[in-house]
């Protein structure tokens, strides 16, 4: 009855609010997560069930928008990482499978399925809960199609003492094109990693009937039938946004070069235009963008670990020679192949996307190629086990310290009573400095101020010869897994060659004044 | 863990174990499972994993007798033993790697001649097995989707993870065995703890921001080497291929099949253009393959000739244990060094034959690392390869 006393205005705003308290409690029902951050955080802009917020046990935070799209299906867009106690960092403008490539080995068919037919619309699989067993199911239009569930990472840290997991957001649907089922995934892990990834299952799609032909494998209980062994290749697209602002990202290439002396050395290649760049796994290659210029500012790396297979036909697909790209984002560009394909005024291939443009005070996207050739095996049928392939994108310099360590229980070193020290130069130190922890935790040992010649291995052992004599004082810290304790203690090195020459000045002064007495006394006595 | 006993199953392994008595072939002889050791994890699929699981004070845990039996399938050896071979680290200002599994240096240096790490509540979210040397960790973990097609039902499966950790001075190194309850082996390493060395260079390091006034970590690059002693199905002698795809740009780009035996003992690379992979096979057509998708990196050595390879195939010798430092870590003069040694050229025909797999991967210290490394991981795959003439778990349906 209130409601005819409401300006229109003013009904809007209450309509709007009332859809943001039921978005918040369906969110809190079915996702079992809580809404760390305001509605209002700049740069999320989607309506309340088109945005996933995962509030993990640390304090950490993945919050972002998502929709389906008839060619590409899950697109993920406005993502924000926020470490624990820290703020939202935005990471990217949008990211997503920008094409599946399928490649038989006989050479007489190949797909481009996001441009061919499409994981999204009437490709993608309404899900049951069985398909979700862990976790929640969210709908895509008006079906059920995108499974929501937490995980657990392979990976975390173990101290002597202590061992920990990392916590993820696993997102996927499920689009059937022709035999095969195709995952498609993306993981947010709590220590703002994040990883995409497509499952490949469902049935083997080729076969021949030509059963000597060297392109496949003949199953057990099907003696006329050669299925044939092909490559997926996966492209995905990563418009990065990485902090404040979009257009000062940096894109660099790291090697760690074996030096003639054995040593392995850094390098860093920091680019100005765009690139496609080829795995050098001899040099353990990595890449890189960065927030910004400035030196150690946040960043996020690809290391390129599942690159134990690398398509290549570059004489009719010449983007098959390259694993790696960076161009300035456009939205004429968003199929890796086939581009053209649905707007003819664009360019076709992501190999012509890069054209030599300045990416500096752009705005970047990565474009990470991963290759998996399949050989039949008897397993595979009737229905295949899911092979996953895809890559892991991992912070750097942006949380504060080791993940999930932060919080836990320590008590801190404790050092043994270190006594004033004098030694002399040349005088050789072999000794340990120790301290205790009460947690057991193993300690490392860092000095400062040490007389020169003097080491301090970071097992607490002191070693060599002093070689400056002079009075130190030196500082000593021991670290345990979370902390450290500093002492100081001060350290005398006298010369003893010097003393020896000073002591001979003064036993020779003493005895020319002995003398001198001596020889007065004797001239009284004789006057 | 459960064990089901169904008595086709029952059958098929008296006639297992009576070929086994009277088979002629030598095979890698371990010493009795003590019953604290001996596990065995059945999944609601009926898929069930026997093994014996031990601690080595040496290179932590250490899988041996290893058999799975596929839904609907009987128990069937799979590893004879599996283990750590060795572990380099090589920080980048030093000339040479140094060998994780090798002697320590003893308490002179301040380093506790206690490696194995205990796997207490602290260290293990599962079940504590008490082996000796700290104990093992075994979990079991939810995979993701095994299988799916159309609007049929998903199927879903577990695996059964088991873990080790031992310490090198403040890293610590966790060693795990991964089991699914389809029939792959993920054996996998990771580095954590705590870097310390330090280097004013940044050829060699990397500052941490947050730690203003402090020097530069230094970089590593790790390979670590799993030894694998197959053993597969019956008690015949297990063969090596290898799989090769070579394109032909002169045939429209053809890919074509090709499988070599691997006859001798020998060291091979990765050929990523040729999707490079290996397969073990028994007499019986039941396989496992290598598949090193998971090949990230390769290992650039001057001094060590076996750890630029990324796998090795040798003739089973009891005293071959270590990639590196061999003699010393066993304690045998006799027996040779390295696995540049224990490749010489002899025949792996009728013999049992033993993977040795690297894989390599660097560590650039940043605030992620500080204080404590976030584990730097190392895995890899071992599919069954015609194991079973088709999935075994259609049938769940």
């Known amino acids: 009855m209130s409601l005819y006393l409401l300006s229109p205005p003013h009904l809007l705003r209450l309509l709007v609010l009332l859809s943001a308290v039921l978005s918040t409690c369906v969110g809190t029902v079915h996702a079992q997560t809580v809404n760390a951050t305001s509605d209002t955080q700049p740069g999320i802009q989607c309506t309340a069930d088109a945005r996933i917020t995962e509030v993990f046990d640390n304090g950490a935070v993945w919050d972002m928008c998502w ?49 061919q037919y499409g994981l999204g619309g009437g490709y993608l699989l309404t899900l049951a809960n069985a398909d979700c067993p862990n976790g929640q199911l969210l709908n895509i239009q008006s079906r059920p199609a995108l499974c929501r569930w937490r995980g657990t990472a392979e990976t975390g840290y173990r101290t002597a003492s202590r061992a920990t997991k990392t916590q993820s957001l696993n997102l996927f649907s499920v689009s059937q094109v022709g035999a095969y089922a195709y995952i498609i995934a993306w993981t947010f892990y709590a220590d703002g990693a994040f990883e995409p990834g497509v499952g490949a299952t469902g049935a083997l799609q080729r076969s021949s009937d030509n059963t000597e032909l060297p392109f496949g494998r003949v199953l057990q209980g099907d003696p006329d039938t050669l299925w044939l062994s092909h490559t997926h290749n996966y492209y995905w697209r990563l418009d990065f946004d990485i902090g404040s602002s979009a257009t000062d990202d940096q894109f660099s290439e790291q090697r760690f070069v074996l030096a003639e002396d054995g040593t392995r050395q850094f390098q860093q290649q920091v680019f100005t235009t765009e690139q496609a760049r080829r795995l050098d796994p001899d040099t353990q290659q990595t890449w890189k963008i960065s927030d910004n210029g400035l030196p150690n500012s946040p960043a996020f790396v690809i290391e390129p670990l599942s690159s134990g297979h690398r398509f290549e036909r ?11 790209f960076v161009t300035v984002a456009n939205d004429c560009e968003r199929f890796a192949s086939q581009n053209a394909r649905f707007n003819p005024d664009c360019l076709n291939h992501v190999l012509q996307y890069v054209d030599n443009q300045s990416i500096e005070n752009q705005d970047l996207v990565l474009w990470h190629r991963v290759s998996f050739h399949h050989v039949p095996r ?9 092979h996953w392939d895809g890559f892991v994108i991992q912070p750097e310099n942006l949380l504060s310290g080791t993940n999930n360590l932060a919080g836990q229980p320590n008590t801190s070193p404790v050092f043994n009573a270190i006594a004033e020290r004098r030694t002399n130069t040349q005088e050789l130190v072999h000794e340990n400095l120790l301290a205790t922890d009460p947690d057991g935790d193993v300690l490392t040992y860092l000095a400062t101020g040490l007389p020169p010649g003097i080491r301090l291995s970071a097992q607490g052992h002191l070693h060599g010869k002093a070689t400056v004599a002079g009075a130190y004082q030196v500082s000593v810290s021991a670290r345990d897994d979370h902390d450290e304790t500093t002492t100081e203690f001060s350290w005398v090195v006298a010369d003893p060659t010097q003393s020896s020459k000073s002591g001979g000045l003064i036993h020779w002064v003493t005895l020319m004044l002995l003398l001198l007495i001596v020889g007065s006394r004797l001239r009284w006595v004789y006057s | 863990m459960k064990l089901r006993l169904q008595p086709l199953t029952l059958l098929c392994q008296i006639v297992m174990f009576w070929l086994g008595m009277h088979s002629g072939i030598a095979q890698a002889m371990d010493t009795p499972c003590p019953t604290q050791q001996s596990l065995s994890h059945a999944f609601k699929s009926g898929a069930t994993w026997t093994l014996c699981a031990d601690v080595s004070e040496t290179h932590g845990l250490t899988v041996s007798t290893l058999r799975y039996r596929a839904p609907g399938d009987f128990d069937r050896n799979v590893l004879q033993r599996m283990h750590l071979g060795q572990l380099l680290l090589h920080y980048h200002d030093q000339r040479d790697a140094l060998a994780q599994i090798s002697p320590l240096s003893g308490a002179a240096q301040g380093i506790s001649q206690t490696r194995t790490l205990p796997m207490n509540t602290h260290a293990c979210d599962g079940d504590i097995i008490n082996t000796v040397n700290g104990g093992v960790c075994s979990r079991i973990k939810n995979n993701r989707t095994l299988a799916k097609y159309a609007q049929r039902p998903s199927l879903h499966s577990q695996s059964w993870e088991l873990t080790s950790a031992f310490r090198r001075g403040a890293l610590t190194w966790s060693t795990t065995v991964t089991l699914t309850e389809d029939g792959t082996v993920r054996p996998s390493v990771s580095l954590s703890g705590r870097l310390h060395r330090r280097n004013d260079n940044i050829a060699f390091a990397a500052p941490i921001p947050a730690l203003t006034n402090a020097q530069p970590l230094v970089r590593a690059t790790l390979l670590s080497t799993w030894k694998l002693v197959f053993d597969l199905d019956t008690d015949a002698p297990d063969r090596v291929e290898q799989f090769d795809f070579i394109l032909d740009p002169t045939r429209n780009n053809r890919r074509t099949m090709q499988v070599s035996a691997i006859e001798t003992e020998t060291l091979k690379q990765v050929e990523r253009d040729q999707f490079r992979g290996w397969r073990i096979i028994d007499a019986s057509g039941s396989g496992y393959y290598l598949d090193p998708a998971k090949s990230g990196f390769s290992y650039i050595s001057q001094n060590m000739n076996w750890a630029q390879f990324d796998v090795g195939f040798t003739r089973f010798k009891p005293c071959e244990v270590y990639a590196l430092s061999n003699r010393l870590l066993t304690n045998n003069n006799d027996c040779a060094d390295s696995l540049d040694d224990f490749v010489s050229g002899e025949s792996l025909q009728g013999a049992q034959p033993v993977m040795w797999y690297n894989q390599s991967r660097t560590i650039s210290p940043s605030q992620e690392h500080w204080p404590v490394i976030a584990d730097i991981l190392l895995t890899f795959d071992l599919l069954p390869f015609d194991w079973t003439g088709s999935s075994p778990f259609e049938v769940i349906e």
């Open chain 1, 378 to 386: 008897n397993e595979d049928q009737r229905h295949m086990h899911t």
């Open chain 1, 314 to 324: 570059k004489d009719v697909e010449p983007d098959t020679d390259y694993d790696f």
């Open chain 1, 67 to 115: 929709e389906s799209r008839i060619r590409e299906n899950l697109v993920l867009s406005d993502v924000y990482y926020t470490p624990p106690g820290g703020q939202p960092f935005r990471v990217l403008a949008s990211a997503r499978l920008s094409q599946l490539h399928v490649a038989y080995d006989d050479s007489d068919v190949t797909y481009n399925d996001v441009t």
